[in-house]
Structures are given as structure tokens and as C-alpha cells.
């Protein structure tokens, strides 16, 4: 197939390009580099050994994403392209409104005046919110507590709304749970531009000498050892998943809503042991005060996936953190500007 991926230039975009063009899809990345920078496209060239086909293109913008799609032909779409920190989404919820959404809007009006009828959707377990129960699974309740979260629930619904009007459209969401890790080449990985809000690359920061401790946000959770419990699942499986997603779009032509995760729920402390393992070395944390928002266990049902998809996670906690440490390591400043 030929495949964009709208901000494939990304942290999931870039590892889910490897796998695309290993199966043979001739893919084309899209991005406006807002969160990403180009020096990932010359790391993707290495690790593939072509050049990447790529399209400067900011979704917020109806009459360049329109006027592209008038001018390629696509048979899917894969849209990675969002703003994704969740404390910045409550200082400026309008521009998360604008770029998710807005973006998305344009997006489908491109993809349909085209005639371009499959797209596969990262939307979040976000979505779930503080859930009433662990393992999640995909019909459990949905509610939003943050704007960013409001943006991928609205976006999951929008994408709905057209299928449903469309018989012929067909999409796939897909509900990351926590995705970590880095290719095995190390040549690509997470690259979080300031402060890390997440867990895992702050650690990487740590291990690298880059900042000198971790705060750990609360030892009083009702968990077993105290501390947050998340579903970090290895963005290698990860971007297999969307292979097996545009598949499936091939296959069933039908719609799609699945989590994506291991189904083993880990804790802050469990993953900073098993990442001191990994790199050989102490990381120095502190347990500070619960951060506003956070809730104590989250992780994923995965069995739909595995059912529908006949995917599932096969990377364990060490190989993600072994792959992190050796992006990190190897590169610790991330991305060299190209
Ligand atoms: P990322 O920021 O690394 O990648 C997103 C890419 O989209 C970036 O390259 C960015 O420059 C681009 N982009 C953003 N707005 C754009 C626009 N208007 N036009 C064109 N390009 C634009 O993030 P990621 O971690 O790779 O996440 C990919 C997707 O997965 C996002 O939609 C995110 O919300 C979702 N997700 C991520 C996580 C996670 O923890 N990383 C968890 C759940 C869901
Ligand atoms: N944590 C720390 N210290 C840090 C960072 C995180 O202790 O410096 C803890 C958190 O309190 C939480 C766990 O590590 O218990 C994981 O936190 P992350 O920020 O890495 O991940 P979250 O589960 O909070 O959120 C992430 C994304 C959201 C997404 C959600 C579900 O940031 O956008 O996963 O996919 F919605």
C-alpha cells in the first residue's frame, strides 16, 4: 500500500516507518516538525537504507492538507500528528483544540475529497481517565480529565461520525497504553524537547548524567510498593501494531476501537530498578508529592488486540528499558540538527 503517516517524523511515527517499509509499504511522512526534528529522517534513511519520501505539511492548515492530497495518491492514512502534554493542554487548551482537532477536521476533509478511505488513529488510554477498574478493557467508561484528553475522546468521536456516514471509510483506533523504549539500533528514540514530562525519558535523563535525580510523584498510592502503576509497553510492538491495524482495515473492512499494552501493570519503582539494571548504574530518585491529575493504576486488557489483530506485546520491561539506555546513551543529547 502507499501509506502517510501525518506526523511520522515522531517518537511512535518514526518506529512504526521501520516496520511499514519492512513489509514492503512505500510510506510517506508528513510533519511540521512542531515536536520532532529533521534529523530523524536522516537516522531513518540509515536504518532502511533509502532516502525517506517526505512532505513538510501542518495539518492546520485545510488548504495545504487538501490541495497534497489532491496531488498524491494514498490508499491510508496513519495519524500520529497531535500535541500531547497533558499539563501544557490545561494552560492552552485552544491551541490543543486547534491543532488536535482542527487538524484532524482537515485531515478527513483531505482524506475524503480524495477518496483516501482508511485511516489508522492514535488516540490514548487517556481516554479511560481514572478507570473504575484494572485490567481496562475497551468498553469500560470514557471521561476526560484534561484538555488534551478531551481532544483524543472528541477525535475518536469525529472519526466515528464519518464512518458511520460512510460505509466505505474505515479506521481503526488505537489506545496506547504507556510506550517506552527505543529501535534496537538506537539509532531513533524518544527525543522530548525541554523538561521530560514522562516517566521513562526522565530517567533516561537521569542515567545520562543530563539531570541529577528523579522525582517520584507520590509513595502513598494504593499499590503494592506505593508508587504509580502504568501499562509501559515497548514501541517496537507498538508500531507493529499499526502494520497489523492496516491490515486488519484490508481484510474486515470494518471499524476498529482496541487498547494497546501489555497487560502488566508496572510501578515507578519497579521501572527505575529494572532501568538501573539495564544501564548498570543508580538511578538517584526522590519521593516527592502526588502530581495533580495522576491516578494510581492503569493498564490494559489486551486480549481484543490479540483476538482481532492477532497482535500482542512480546518485548519485555528489561528489553524496553536495555533500549532506551542505549538510544540515550548513544545519542544524549537526542537528535543532532541536520
Ligand atoms: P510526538 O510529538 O513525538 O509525535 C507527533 C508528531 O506530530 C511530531 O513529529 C509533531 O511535529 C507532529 N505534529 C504535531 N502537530 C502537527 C500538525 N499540526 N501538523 C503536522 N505535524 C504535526 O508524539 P508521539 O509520542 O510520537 O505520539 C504520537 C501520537 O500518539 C500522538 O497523537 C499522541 O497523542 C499519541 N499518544 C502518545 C502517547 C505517548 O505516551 N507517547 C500515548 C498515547 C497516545
Ligand atoms: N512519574 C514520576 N516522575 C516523573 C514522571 C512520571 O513519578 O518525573 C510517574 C507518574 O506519577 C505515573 C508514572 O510515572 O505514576 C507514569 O507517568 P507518565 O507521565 O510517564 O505517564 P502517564 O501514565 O501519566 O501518562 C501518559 C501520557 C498521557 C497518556 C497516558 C495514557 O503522558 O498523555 O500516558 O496513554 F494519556
Redesign the pocket.
Known amino acids: 500500500m502507499r501509506i502517510l503517516l ?9 518506529h512504526a516507518y521501520v516496520v511499514l517499509v519492512e513489509r514492503g509499504h512505500d510510506v510517506v511522512v ?7 526534528s529533521p534529523g530523524v529522517l536522516v537516522r531513518l534513511q540509515q536504518i532502511t537504507g533509502h532516502p525517506v519520501p517526505f512532505q513538510p ?4 492548515d485545510r488548504e495545504a492538507v487538501v490541495g497534497f492530497f489532491a496531488r498524491q495518491q494514498f490508499d491510508a492514512v496513519v ?6 502534554a497533558v499539563g501544557e493542554s490545561c494552560e492552552r487548551p485552544l491551541d490543543y483544540f486547534h ?2 482537532i482542527s ?1 484532524t477536521l482537515n485531515l478527513l476533509h483531505g482524506m475524503q475529497a480524495a477518496g483516501v478511505k482508511r485511516l489508522v488513529f ?5 481516554v479511560y481517565g481514572d478507570p473504575a477498574s484494572v485490567p481496562v478493557r475497551e468498553d469500560a467508561r470514557l471521561q476526560v480529565t484534561n484538555p ?1 484528553g478531551r481532544t ?1 475522546l472528541v477525535m475518536e468521536q469525529l472519526i466515528g461520525d464519518l464512518c458511520e456516514s460512510d460505509p466505505g471509510f474505515h479506521a481503526a483506533n488505537l ?5 517506552v523504549g527505543a529501535h534496537a539500533s538506537g539509532l531513533i528514540g ?1 527525543d522530548p524537547t525541554g523538561i521530560p514530562n ?1 516517566l521513562m525519558p526522565y530517567i533516561c535523563q537521569v542515567a545520562v548524567g543530563r539531570r541529577e535525580h528523579l522525582s517520584v510523584f507520590g509513595g502513598d498510592w494504593p499499590t503494592p510498593d506505593g508508587t504509580g502503576v502504568r501499562d509501559y509497553i515497548h514501541v517496537t510492538d507498538l508500531a507493529r501494531a499499526h502494520a497489523d491495524a492496516l491490515d486488519f482495515l484490508v481484510r474486515e473492512r470494518r471499524n476498529l476501537t482496541v487498547n494497546l499494552g501489555t497487560g502488566q501493570g508496572i510501578s515507578v519503582l519497579q521501572l527505575v530498578n529494572a532501568f538501573a539494571g539495564a544501564a548498570e548504574r543508580a538511578i538517584p530518585y526522590q519521593i516527592v508529592a502526588r502530581r495533580a491529575g495522576d491516578v494510581a493504576e492503569v493498564y490494559a486488557d489486551p486480549s481484543l488486540a490479540n483476538d482481532v489483530l492477532g497482535w500482542r506485546a512480546e518485548l519485555d520491561v528489561d528489553a524496553m528499558c536495555r533500549d532506551a539506555w542505549r538510544w540515550q546513551s548513544q545519542n544524549p543529547q537526542g537528535y543532532p540538527s541536520a
Open positions: 501525518c506526523g511520522g517524523a515522531g517518537y511512535i511515527g518514526a508528513a510533519d511540521n516538525f512542531s515536536n520532532s505539511l501542518d495539518l492546520r495519524h500520529f500528528a497531535a500535541l500531547k491543532n488536535n487538524g492514535s488516540s490514548s488510554a487517556t488534551y483524543k489506545r496506547y497504553f504507556n510506550p524518544e514522562n
